[in-house]
């Protein structure tokens, strides 16, 4: 176990639709970051935030956004879900800024019907 | 362009075998190496990591060997056991940079 937690585990939702991942990250880490995982693109970074702050973006879609709230955890919301959207979301968090060490979550998997 | 190319995709050893999971980069820029293992349903976990101020990291069972010149790491899995099948993937980051860049991960099966 990690210490991260992510909520839900599973989601089912039709195509057009938003939904809204959650992640808690471990005790004392300021980070998150939030990573998709595709069978076709593999493992692609999405977002970081630290201490509430964006701190750097990948391959985020403009459907899609974050954020951290004060008691530092995150929300990665998802809108206009279109079937390729479907995949397997994971968060991470780190101490600090640096990506080093980061600890993922069991991720939630999300299908776009 | 995935920035951190690996391979093989797939590979099937024995029990007490060793597996070699290869891996190479292009962006001198990179620091610091991790490589992470995930089982079926679970998120991926560090499993040891590097920096190319040194050659080799052993952490039990596991090697890490570097290749500074070659931009090129791998991974051994000394005496391969059967809980040891899983994904696994190499990553790369530098210092300033947030985030992972993964490579496209290695399913491991060990056979008993």
């Known amino acids: 176990d990690s210490g991260v937690t992510q909520t839900p585990k599973h989601l089912i939702t039709a195509t057009g639709q938003r939904v809204t991942l959650r992640c808690s990250p471990r005790?004392?880490?300021?980070?998150v970051y939030w990573y998709q995982q595709s069978l076709d693109q593999g493992l692609q970074f999405l977002i970081q935030?630290?201490?509430?702050?964006?701190?750097a973006k990948g391959n985020i879609l403009e459907r899609f956004s974050a954020q951290q709230f004060p008691d530092l955890h995150s929300e990665l919301n998802l809108s206009s879900l279109e079937l390729g959207d479907s995949a397997l979301y994971f968060c991470?968090?780190?101490?600090?800024?640096?990506?080093?060490?980061?600890?993922f979550g069991p991720g939630t998997r999300l299908l776009v019907l | 362009q995935q920035q951190v190319k690996q391979s093989p995709q797939s590979l099937i050893v024995q029990k007490g075998g060793i597996s070699i999971i290869n891996c190479a980069y292009e962006?001198?820029?990179?620091?610091?190496f991790p490589w992470y293992q995930q089982f079926p349903g679970k998120g991926p976990a560090l499993l040891i990591a590097?920096?190319?101020?040194?050659s080799e990291k052993k952490e039990g069972r596991f090697t890490i060997s570097f290749n500074k010149s070659a931009k090129q790491f791998s991974l051994h899995i000394m005496d391969s056991q059967p809980g040891d099948s899983a994904t696994y993937f190499c990553?790369?980051?530098?210092?300033?940079?947030?985030?992972?860049?993964f490579g496209a991960g290695t399913t491991v099966t060990v056979r008993a």
């Open positions: 991470a968090s780190s101490v600090g800024g640096s990506t080093e060490t980061q600890y």
């Open positions: 005790s004392g880490d300021l980070s």
């Open positions: 935030y630290y201490n509430g702050e964006e701190r």
């Open positions: 962006n001198t820029a990179f620091d610091y």
């Open positions: 590097i920096r190319p101020d040194v």
């Open positions: 990553a790369a980051t530098s210092s300033g940079d947030y985030k992972l860049s």
